[in-house]
């Protein structure tokens, strides 16, 4: 069982745009953070947006100005909206669902995470 399906990822130049969606029907309507984290080649699995249970949201400064995470309750779906986009943007994006509450700045920190399978996203210069 899959609990969490990711789409939206594909190839874009330098300046593109892309938005990601997370198919995530079992946990949009309860108190789980939500966020986004990506993971480049040869890099650690980093943290770039999160809304928690309250509709905070925090951002990774690498990203904040150019990508917008947002929650649709009537879809069940998560959004991450990225605008400016940059070749080290390149990575495999994840979506993720803590359960233990955390404020967003905390979910930007990978923990006992479900996550989703990932799409790819590729900027060429």
């Known amino acids: 069982q899959v609990d969490l399906v990711e789409s939206g990822g594909g190839s874009v130049r330098s300046g593109g745009s892309l938005t990601l969606a997370c198919e995530a029907p079992g946990y949009i309507h309860n108190s789980f953070c939500m966020a986004w984290f990506r993971q480049a080649p040869g890099k650690e699995r980093e943290g770039i947006a999160a809304?928690?249970?309250?509709?905070?949201?925090a951002y990774a400064d690498s990203v904040k100005g150019r990508f917008t995470i947002s929650r649709d309750y009537g879809e069940s779906k998560l959004y991450l909206q990225m605008t400016n986009l940059k070749p080290e943007d390149t990575g495999m994006y994840y979506c993720?669902?803590?359960?233990?509450?955390?404020?967003?700045?905390?979910?930007?920190?990978?923990?006992?995470?479900?996550w989703g399978q990932g799409t790819q996203v590729t900027v060429s210069s």
């Open positions: 993720a669902a803590d359960g233990s509450d955390p404020q967003a700045v905390d979910c930007l920190i990978p923990g006992d995470n479900t």
């Open positions: 809304v928690d249970a309250d509709d905070a949201i």
